[in-house]
């Protein structure tokens, strides 16, 4: 029995969010006072090269926990390969009204409707200012505002980009939240092209002033057909992305509509996203080869799933509701899968 067995049932009789928030502060604590020592754990076995960083170990924190990096430290203890903060936003903003996050356990999923609740770019520029040196792979994932109009959508994540450049080891572009209104549309056609061309644009002239490259890497949802998939990977290899980021949450709440709170609106994550999410990645695995590398997340619950991920042609895996049904144990348990004789795929 691990403390976050004993723990869970009574973070469970919480709200949800207050159960984050109470979690992440005691966690940040704990830190503080020593037993999660940062430099604690470290498998120089799984250290992996992608997107031309140094990855530490391939297990990562997805997008969406850590919105403004106030918990970089305490999440990195845990024994994280890499941290992706935000997503983040050029302007602060509220999000959707309360309650937006709801747990359905009998499914180990959850549901948010978060709706990008961040304290803005510029908070979460200053925390990175402070962190001391790192082990760890820092990406940090933009998104645009609610009230910026579609068709300046570009702009924010350029904004973001440059703000965050000297600091990030890369950005994750979010493309695929299913709770900002048009945000989804950015992830075909002229909108897409759009959008790619900025950025790639935009990176050349910041990697001239900093003196580096700054990988970017693009989420996509899981709700994408196979056509859309090949255009969209297609797309990214053409302006010289560095990675795709599959999957976000889902808008298909078929598993899972009859269970309480299971008509929720929101994207829906945990368990009934897993074998979609590794459909998605076999997919982009046959379109890509080795053309562009596979972050995979969804659905991620066991050391079981992290391995079928990085078997369907997964370079990293990230992880988000497994955290919050299974602990930090999770964690360990994939480390210890891969570093298994015959656990891990190398390449
Ligand atoms: C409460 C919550 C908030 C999230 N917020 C974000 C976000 O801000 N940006 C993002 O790219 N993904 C966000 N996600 C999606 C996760 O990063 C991840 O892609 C998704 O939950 C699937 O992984 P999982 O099944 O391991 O949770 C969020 C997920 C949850 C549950």
Do not use: W
């Amino acid at each position: 029995m691990n403390l976050y067995s004993l723990l869970r049932p009574l973070l469970f009789k919480l709200d949800p969010e207050t159960a984050h928030h109470l979690t992440l502060a005691s966690l940040d604590l704990l830190v503080k006072l020593g037993p999660y020592n940062p430099l604690r754990k470290r498998y120089p076995l799984l250290e992996k090269e992608v997107m031309g960083l140094r990855f530490p170990n391939p297990v990562g924190l997805a997008a969406g926990l850590d919105k403004n990096g106030d918990h970089i430290e305490g999440l990195a203890a845990l024994g994280f390969g890499f941290i992706e903060v935000g997503t983040v936003t050029p302007k602060p903003q509220p999000g959707n009204p309360r309650p937006r996050l709801f747990r359905i356990p009998e499914a180990e999923a959850l549901i948010n409707r978060m709706g990008f609740n961040n304290l803005g770019i510029d908070h979460l520029v200053a925390n990175l200012e402070m962190l001391g040196p790192r082990e760890f792979i820092l990406g940090v994932n933009l998104g645009k505002n609610k009230d910026t109009p579609q068709e300046r959508a570009v702009d924010d994540y350029l904004i973001g980009l440059e703000k965050v450049y000297p600091l990030a080891d890369y950005v994750a572009i979010n493309l695929s939240s299913p709770n900002t209104p048009g945000l989804r549309e950015l992830q075909h056609g002229r909108a897409l092209e759009t959008l790619l061309h900025g950025l790639d644009e935009k990176r050349t002239r910041l990697a001239q002033i900093h003196g580096k490259r700054l990988p970017i890497a693009v989420k996509i949802a899981p709700d994408l057909t196979r056509e859309q998939l090949r255009e969209q990977a297609e797309a990214l290899v053409r302006h010289s992305m560095d990675a795709i980021i599959a999957t976000n949450t889902t808008v298909d709440h078929s598993a899972i509509e009859s269970l309480p709170h299971g008509g929720e609106n929101g994207g829906l994550s945990g368990g009934p996203l897993r074998e979609r999410s590794t459909e998605i990645v076999n997919l982009l695995h046959q379109l890509l080869g080795s053309d562009l590398p596979i972050i995979a997340c969804g659905g991620i619950l066991s050391a079981q799933d992290a391995l079928e991920k990085l078997n369907a042609g997964a370079s990293l895996v990230q992880i988000y509701t497994g955290l919050i049904y299974r602990g930090p144990k999770l964690i360990d348990s994939i480390m210890a899968a891969l570093l298994r004789p015959g656990g891990a795929k190398t390449d």
